[in-house]
């Protein structure tokens, strides 16, 4: 199975929502669902300090217990997943989506999508994962990671699903966010949507040149369509627009390469989506 929207889900509270929003793009996109639950192998309880006056015999023993511990452990895991896919299947198979295949494997969420990245064409994911500190300003280790690595579009979503009606997509005039544009522009997610272009940056006349173009190419798209360029500190800007407008969606480039591109995509959207409470598609 080739070009599946594959949502990605844990024993967390953002569980319910990935399916919902797998849901809606897989239908929205035309696309087949698939669903993967990850058990981490690699995460060991340490191996304790048995020295001291233990004999050899009981020391031997107590790493008898502590193997047996992490056998019964990773057997726990995997039908805690089983249940996991089994609800997701059940929840999205209510909405109308039959039977979507689900995947259960063993290693770390990262090295598991790489192995099916070429297959991806949209993943879905929560914003922080079962193990992930739940204070609202904490953003999950594993999402960032994902977002490094995956060289394909990701749907970051809240705990709750709510449709998306009005988009705001961060513009830099780049190459990369020309592409973006141009991404949004094509994509059937958006066909109902309206679609809000911002420029954080002076009111220049090559910054209105670029914005003219994204909203252009959006407008030949069928999209209704509105632009502004605003002054001011990157994220904070884009928050004040997003709460003026009452954005649901927000379209963002992921990490450059380049130190400028760095310090003006990679850090702010590491600062969204950590400070984000709408879902955010990340494009590459």
């Not at 569980?15 to 669902?33: G, K, N």
């Not at 989506?97 to 969420?109: D, K, S, Y």
């Not at 998306?164 to 780049?174: I, Q, Y």
Request: proline share 3%.
């Amino acid at each position: 199975m080739s070009d599946y929207v594959l949502a990605a889900i844990d024993g967390s509270h953002y569980a319910e929502s990935v399916c919902d929003y797998a849901v809606w793009a897989a239908t929205a996109l035309s696309a087949p669902l698939r669903f993967l639950h990850t058990v981490d192998n690699h995460t060991q309880v340490a191996e304790p300090d048995l020295t001291g006056h233990l004999g050899l015999g009981t020391r031997e023993h107590l790493l008898e217990q502590l193997s047996d511990i992490e056998e019964q452990r990773g057997k726990l895991a995997r039908q805690q997943g089983r249940l996991i896919l089994d609800a997701a299947k059940a929840r999205v198979e209510a909405a109308g989506f039959a039977e979507p295949p689900c995947m259960q494997r063993n290693g770390t969420l990262v090295d598991t999508l790489a192995e099916h990245e070429k297959e991806i064409r949209l993943l879905v994911l929560g914003k922080r994962g079962e193990t992930a500190h739940q204070a609202s300003g904490h953003l999950g280790s594993n999402l960032e990671r994902v977002v490094r690595e995956l060289h394909r579009p990701i749907l970051m979503v809240p705990k709750a699903f709510t449709l998306p009606k009005r988009v705001l997509m961060a513009f830099d005039g780049s190459k990369t966010a020309r592409k973006g544009v141009e991404m949004l522009a094509k994509s059937p997610l958006f066909d109902d949507a309206s679609c809000h272009v911002v420029i954080v940056g002076a009111e220049t006349a090559e910054n209105h040149s670029q914005l003219q173009w994204a909203m252009d190419t959006l407008q030949a798209a069928g999209h209704q369509t509105e632009g502004a360029i605003r002054a001011g500190e990157v994220e904070e800007t884009l928050r004040a627009y997003k709460q003026e407008k009452d954005i649901d969606l927000l379209v963002m480039g992921a990490y450059g390469h380049s130190r400028i591109r760095h310090l003006l995509v990679g850090s702010t959207t590491t600062a969204m989506l950590r400070n984000a409470h709408l879902p955010v598609l990340i494009l590459r």
